[in-house]
């Protein structure tokens, strides 16, 4: 569990944390405190970089137990904490439910945990530099290394071919199976009128794809405006980036210290 | 009355103490607390996210008495507290107005709570993604689920056909009676040269909607100068998300506690 | 003098503040403290709202003597305090320059004044949102009310006309001179490459249109790229509302409290 | 070494002790802890204005060793401290490394140093203003004089021309050699589909460049969009300002301010 060591550092997090969080048991079996706590620092830095505001959740697969997952029970991510962490079924059934509410849409990390067991990490966002892509013809393609990983195409899910005329929302496996099968092996599918699924062999390079696919969004849109052919990163170019990943640590900790507030240059 | 004498002991009250204001001689007959809170709270909560800056005004029906309604005196949306909330009736006349300033454009609240008895919540804003489809032919419409509200049609308001030239401000009964017209059943009309007006069956709703309208029209600027045809939510998926709205208490959690400064992620 | 009351915010100032600033005399002859103030308050919102960044000054005429005017020696606007602001006649001479360094390119403020009798304010920035009407052909009008008083054109500026091939600095007189009769009887004029120079009846009114000047730029931009023709507030309306000017102390107490944050909300 | 026992405590030591971090062992022989700290401020800056996030560094020629340069041990830039200052040689080996990790892309910085003796200062970024020029036809050129250096033109760096299918990293000599030979005697080179690299007589003027590059990328793509012939900044222009720059302090000791917590504006 998280436990500040400042004395005043955890009085303020008692005065400001819903008192619910506060003395709810957050220990789920076979998982220590660590993993849960990269769990809330998830949701945090999603939060803090507006890769999700009040909607969308991001998931890890659980650590000893390829059959379940653990994500936050139904909270926007700025204000989760590791009480609210639950664990689900790949059926996104609740292992231990205890009246907590839950995601609608928690089917799009289930299925996707299901057919892709190299993945460990799914993040679901709507965030705003992708839509343009999800609504129009344009392909999303990478014009920045950091987001090389969207050399392999980026599909777009419609999810009236799967579902008719919806609420849009991935509310049962059906739906969530149907784009875990859009988003096939690649990293990021795009859901129309929606937002985007994210995933990684963990949830660290989840979160960061979820970044840089919005950030890479919001030059490429501005490189088609400027006109002319584009220069992307090729397929060679990406696949050596597969090959070779650089350390996505320092991403990591940076992000973390200025979601949790402990960056000096806070 | 809430009275700093100091701006640090101010901001640890407002954050621990925010139930101070509660006990100011705010009270209007047949208003409780929580009620005059919830509309201090949508007031903080447009000014945090940017949709209302220093002009603009949130107001909500009189829980009790439907011919009346409730908003701040003349004043920024990022500084009203509990005893700046005054009372009017839907010809937009003051209960008691203990010689407070009043908004010059009260009236665009009193007239959409006549001819709306379905809207409990109006919000106007002059917030900028949504002046650009103000000024030109290009109709707004839903480019994400979130404001797939606007599937109705979102009206343009055109002040000169209702006052001829003026000083733009819908300052009088009339002009406010022509907006409301203009605004007919649908839930946003903009208003040419000007900003919106957005109103829902609750406050909540009502704020919600101002900040998703935003927020699609920012994104649907860049999706059509992406070019082609967009795939916008249709009027079904619309109309189906009308009868299956979410629960809109997870975004007005995490945006109160943003704006209060009560989020631990803050 | 900027006195703040509190013990705590005053010990705060002092370990911030450069020393040079704190023991400083502040008082310029016939020159109350309440003028200094609005003065150091002007800079201090320029700077809290992103219109200059480093560069870029304000100034006002001296209230009692109009062949003075008043501006803080060179230094970024967000670190003004009282004991900052000098004094120059409209030669743009220091009266009493006690080694500060001084804005290279205050000419503006003092050609500004000479021309201009109806002019006590003058804001001199680099605002990106205008920087791009400044360096095309598209003429920069209003399509919100709030800068409804660009409705009477803007000019834009250009130094080689007027002083050949420059290091674009408008720094002597002639130059200054130069982009004073350009302005002419305008509120804005653009300056090619460079920024603008905005001018008011007071500091309030001149700081406000620096203010809504951009944010009117950046919302015409957006309008442009949708296409068609714009629906830009009429010179009826514009001249209807600068004779009947809307209060602008509701925004100028909202920007003052952000930025010497003494705003509840934040 | 500066060991933060509590997030608040940090924060306050880091506000009103910065000094805090020269008494660290940090000493580099004939470097000053002033040359040290500079260097922290520099990387503070780049992270505070946006214009490097996690990834991206800053570099300063060793003072007194022209055959030398320093640069942070592989971290962000927001969490450099005087601690983390690293010296290299030319070769971009590291004089002293303690077993600490290195920028795989320090390279960029040895090898400019090594064709360019006029340069004391690298900073490599990928602000997301540039990398539209990065991947298009569209030169980079100057629309305001703050940017005036980029007159002489803005070259691409084709990683493809020197080293066929890489990951996209500058990580070997002979890479970062040909970049510098792109550069030439040039102040700023992008690097196609990855950032860019702005050098500078001193640590100041490369920042300066880095963040003033950024901004103009970002107003020439609004200016393009409006359409029509652009009015650059001339060569003739640039050259004028090019032997005659205003003084960069002034930028410096605000965003120094701003990044290290200092400014009363804050």
């Known amino acids: 569990m998280f436990r500040p060591t400042s004395v005043i550092a955890a009085a303020w997090l008692a005065a400001l944390a819903p008192a619910a969080a506060q003395n709810a048991p957050a220990a789920i079996e076979g998982v220590d405190a660590a993993a849960i706590e990269e769990l809330v620092v998830a949701n945090r830095i999603l939060a803090e970089r507006g890769i999700i505001d009040a909607y969308g959740h991001v998931s890890v697969r659980h650590p000893t137990n390829p059959n379940r997952y653990l994500m936050a029970r139904a909270l926007a991510p700025a204000l989760v904490t590791a009480a609210d962490i639950m664990e689900f079924d790949l059926d996104s059934n609740p292992v231990d439910r205890r009246g907590r509410s839950m ?3 928690r089917y799009i990390h289930g299925e996707a945990y299901k057919l892709r067991p190299d993945v460990n ?3 679901h966002t709507h965030s705003m530099g992708v839509i343009p892509f999800a609504v129009t013809q344009v392909p999303l393609k990478p014009v920045i290394h950091t987001a090389s990983f969207l050399h392999v195409g980026v599909p777009v899910w ?3 071919e799967a579902g008719g005329v919806t609420n849009m929302l991935v509310s049962n496996a059906a739906l969530g199976k149907s784009l875990a099968t859009a988003l096939g ?4 599918a795009l859901m129309r009128g ?3 699924v994210v995933v990684g062999p963990n949830v660290r390079v989840a979160v960061a794809r979820a970044v840089f696919t919005d950030e890479n969004a919001r030059m490429q849109s501005v ?3 400027l006109g002319g052919p584009i ?3 090729s397929p060679e170019e990406g696949a050596k980036r597969d090959r070779e990943p650089g350390d996505p640590s320092r991403a990591w900790e940076l992000w973390k ?3 949790m507030k402990k960056a000096p240059a806070n």
Request: proline content about 4%; cysteine-free; glycine content about 8%.
């Open 223 to 225: 490189a088609l405006a």
């Open 194 to 196: 929606h937002g985007n």
């Open 103 to 105: 995601f609608t849409e």
């Open 185 to 188: 092996d690649k990293p990021v």
């Open 158 to 160: 419609e999810i009236r």
């Open 257 to 259: 210290a200025l979601a």
């Open 121 to 123: 990490g799914v993040v």
């Open 231 to 233: 220069n992307y990163i």
